[in-house]
């Protein structure tokens, strides 16, 4: 099977379409059951709490979520929503190195470096 430009944009436009549109689903989930557990309590708004540690940390968010609280399947879908145009990135470099266009594989993962970098905060900012 060949991998040309035609089939490698409608296959990028369908990960991105389905990435969006899982994300969306999982966090409108997340929002219509939180509401139904939560949507009666009233805000305290004297008082700032910050997130708790478990939504600070990929694992943490997974476990909450397959735990079955709402906040960390809002966050879940959050996470889907920002890995999505990673994902396509990396795509990229595959579909790149399978046309065998060199070029366009290096600047490609410099381009995916720079983004896992600024997710992951090891830009020279963050020290």
């Given at each position: 099977m060949e991998l040309n430009d035609d089939r490698v944009d409608q296959a990028i436009g369908t990960l991105l379409r389905a990435g969006v549109i899982l994300a969306a689903t999982i966090v409108l989930a997340g929002g219509i059951w939180y509401l139904a557990r939560f949507g009666w309590l009233m805000p305290n708004y004297r008082s700032f709490r910050g997130e708790p540690a478990e939504l600070r940390s990929v694992a943490g968010i997974a476990r909450g979520a397959f735990a079955g609280k709402?906040?960390?399947?809002?966050?879940?879908?959050?996470?889907?929503?920002?890995?999505?145009?990673?994902?396509?990135?990396?795509?990229?470099?595959?579909?790149?190195?399978?046309?065998?266009?060199?070029?366009?594989?290096?600047?490609?993962?410099?381009?995916?470096?720079?983004?896992?970098?600024?997710?992951?905060?090891?830009?020279?900012?963050?020290?």
């Open positions: 709402p906040h960390n399947l809002i966050q879940l879908g959050l996470l889907l929503l920002i890995a999505t145009p990673i994902v396509r990135v990396g795509f990229s470099v595959f579909a790149f190195a399978v046309q065998r266009d060199r070029l366009y594989v290096w600047i490609t993962l410099l381009v995916l470096a720079v983004l896992l970098a600024s997710l992951f905060g090891l830009t020279a900012a963050a020290r």
